[in-house]
């Protein structure tokens, strides 16, 4: 990949750093274009349009290499670069770019910013970004789909999101019999299972057994059977023992949220699943009413022995 050795604006002519004319115009135009109000992204789209060369061969201007353009102080002159703006010019772009910062007084040491996970869109599938702009008057947050043929927009509070997962959560707390643990399949682990239960057995009627040889014979009879266990049975049932052994939240669980959750789900009015690591939703109400803890007692009420209250 080529990558510039040079500001944008800037050449070598006999080893020493001039301006380039039609690169030092094309920052001029650039830094106006942002002055009279247009965005980096619309500028951006400009330039591609207009076939204009961030170098030799290379096009692909987006908002990245355009802030990068808008924040350099080198323009003003700072040696070896010679003056392509001046100081009111970069100090009114500063001030523009502050001024359209609407993220610059987020604490993003708060739960919204931990969550860590995709969120997904209702109607396409695609990822959401979180999106607050502190100009909305109603100051509420908007997640939009960045599928460019989507756009979807659905607009929720970071507290009322969070408040959504915390319910989610505690629903699961309290029946972690909800989370579906899949029929264990015979892999032919039998025959070999039952060898060692022969093995295991005459050592123990027999004299002078040496305990040695026992204990090794039923380590390898654990080995086999655990070996056969399908990850899905045992990320189901370790997700169960998670839930089972948590205690009610009172408000969110950074760390149980990222030991259970794979992503976020939107739905279309606008309500919110949580997929779990075992990818079963919790959440939304199923089409006849029931709701995953309904399923979740059927299941019980099925298997009585693979949940918290069977036991």
Not at 63 to 68: F, H
Not at 142 to 155: D, F, G, M, S
Not at 161 to 170: K, R, V
């Amino acid at each position: 990949m080529k990558l510039r050795t040079l500001p944008y604006g800037y050449q070598f002519t006999d080893g020493v750093v001039a301006v380039h004319p039609q690169e030092r115009d094309t920052v001029t135009e650039i830094c106006k274009a942002y002055l009279d109000g247009k965005s980096l992204l619309q500028i951006a789209e400009h330039l591609n349009a207009d076939g204009v060369e961030y170098m030799p061969g290379v096009m692909g201007w987006n908002k990245a290499r355009l802030k990068r353009i808008i924040e350099d102080e080198r323009y003003l002159g700072r040696d070896p670069y010679p003056v392509i703006l001046e100081q009111k010019t970069y100090d009114a772009l500063q001030a523009v770019k502050n001024e359209r910062n609407t993220q610059k007084n987020c604490d993003r040491s708060t739960d919204i910013f931990q969550l860590g996970v995709p969120v997904k869109c209702p109607s396409c599938g695609c990822e959401m970004h979180r999106r607050y702009d502190a100009r909305i008057k109603d100051g509420t947050q908007r997640w939009t789909c960045q599928n460019p043929e989507c756009k979807k927009l659905i607009a929720k509070s970071d507290e009322e999101l969070l408040g959504e997962i915390t319910e989610l959560l505690n629903r699961t707390i309290s029946a972690p019999e909800m989370i579906r643990v899949p029929e264990a399949t015979d892999k032919g682990s039998c025959a070999e299972v039952r060898k060692l239960d022969n093995e295991i057995g005459r050592m123990l009627e027999g004299f002078n057994t040496d305990k040695d040889a026992l204990r090794k014979a039923m380590l390898r009879r654990v080995s086999v059977v655990y070996r056969d266990i399908p990850n899905e049975i045992y990320t189901a049932k370790r997700l169960r023992a998670v839930f089972a052994n948590a205690e009610p939240l009172s408000n969110f669980s950074a760390d149980l949220f990222h030991r259970t959750v794979k992503a976020i789900r939107f739905h279309g009015d606008g309500t919110v699943g949580i997929l779990l690591i075992n990818d079963q939703e919790i959440g939304k109400e199923k089409p006849n009413g029931n709701n995953d803890s309904d399923t979740a007692a059927e299941n019980s009420s099925a298997n009585p022995g693979d949940g918290r209250h069977g036991k």
